[in-house]
């Protein structure tokens, strides 16, 4: 009898993934792409002050898990994974990748993935790949990670871009996944983790994770306008309001809020064309300002509504 457990000894993920730490910022994290449906829910793993993991081929989470625990206490990432490879009895039909926090890498390619199959490693870098067009696709992306500007995760892009470019996976493209946390942790993983984006299912998924990139950039300002609030910088505040406006011209939410700070702060005139164009865009900001006086976000003065509902 076919032993199957032996055959498929986990999911037959095939895809191309990169894991890494930023030497500048210590931020630790994965990218990657598939055809499989919703890979970002599969293959990434990341902890801040642990490390990163991509765990594919055919796919085991507990080098996820496992692996993330055992760096978690300190333990360098090629002993993490030596040793998890040596418990594994499907050893030969997986594809690992992984990074801790002090930027240790180690990778694994068994020879039962699905070729063509192949990884390369860096200095605080490592990418895998399987059902790849060519070896291009593994070769490609470490060069245009280390290349790449800006932060973590658009360098990530830039190895994916690259890898696509090289051919990508064999049978095409479906999903992609992209985690980041901090290098250290602080206790609050909900402060812990930068960036958690995920396409499930998109003709483009590379596209549309830029697309989403650039979406949580102007709500992470807008997150450092509450924070210049919390701190009484009602100017550091509006100014990250606005650039958050400039980079999503077209989303109410972006327009409506600095114009909320305004009149708080009794500059009304300022503040009106902020909710003409909430209201032009979205209508149903209308009825939200209603509510606002009732939860002390805006005064409570009858005249002062009217004029800003006038607006619409």
Same mark, same amino acid.
């Given at each position: 009898?076919?032993d199957?457990r @032996? ?10 993934s990169i894991v890494?730490?930023?030497? /500048?910022t210590?931020? %630790?994290?994965v ?19 642990a490390g ?21 206490t300190?333990?360098?990432?090629p !002993?993490v994974l030596?040793r ?9 039909? @997986? $594809? ?6 002090? =930027? ?7 020879p039962g993935? +699905?070729?063509p199959?192949?990884?390369a490693?860096?200095? =605080?870098w490592a990418v ?15 060069? /245009? +990670? ?7 995760a ?6 994916? !871009? ?11 493209k @479906?999903?992609?996944?992209? &985690?980041v ?5 602080? =206790?609050k993983?909900?402060l ?6 995920? &396409? ?8 549309e994770?830029? @697309? ?9 300002l807008? =997150?450092s306008?509450?924070k210049a ?7 550091g505040?509006?100014?990250a ?5 400039v980079?999503?011209? !077209? *989303?109410?939410?972006?327009?409506f809020?600095p114009?909320?700070?305004?009149v708080?702060a009794?500059r009304?005139?300022e503040? %009106?064309p902020?909710f003409?164009?909430?209201?032009r865009l $979205? ?17 409570d *003065?009858? !005249?002062? %509504?009217a004029?800003i509902?006038a607006e619409?």
């Open positions: 009898m076919t199957f @032996r055959l498929y000894p986990g999911l037959p993920v095939c895809c191309y890494a730490r930023d030497a /500048a210590g931020d %630790l994290g990218a990657t792409q598939s055809r499989w449906f919703s890979i970002g829910t599969v293959v990434p793993w990341a902890e801040a002050g990163a993991v991509a765990s594919q081929g055919f796919s085991d989470g507990s080098y996820g898990a496992l692996g993330l625990e055992a760096m978690r300190g333990a360098a990432a !002993d030596a998890l490879l040596a418990a594994d009895g499907g050893r030969d039909r @997986r $594809q690992v990748a992984m990074v801790d926090s002090s =930027g240790r890498v180690a990778v694994h390619t068994g993935c +699905f070729p199959a192949g990884h490693s860096g200095d =605080g895998v790949a399987s059902m790849a067009r060519s070896e291009a696709v593994w070769r490609e992306m470490g060069p /245009a +990670f280390e290349s790449a500007k800006g932060p973590i658009e360098r990530f892009l830039a190895a994916l !871009d690259a890898a696509e470019a090289a051919g990508g996976e064999l049978r095409g @479906r999903s992609a996944g992209l &985690v946390v901090r290098g250290a942790s602080s =206790g993983t909900w812990d983790r930068v960036c958690d984006l995920r &396409v499930e299912d998109s003709p483009e998924p590379l596209l994770m830029r @697309r989403l990139l650039e979406l949580r950039a102007a709500f992470d807008m =997150g306008g509450q609030l919390e701190r009484g910088d009602l100017e505040a509006l100014a309001c606005r650039e958050a406006g980079m999503l011209p !077209d *989303d109410a939410e972006m327009a809020w114009g909320v700070l305004l708080l009794g009304l005139e503040a %009106l902020h003409r164009s909430a209201f $979205q209508p149903s900001w209308v009825e939200i300002t209603r509510t606002l006086p009732s939860i002390g976000l805006l005064p *003065d009858p !005249d002062l %509504l004029r509902l619409a």
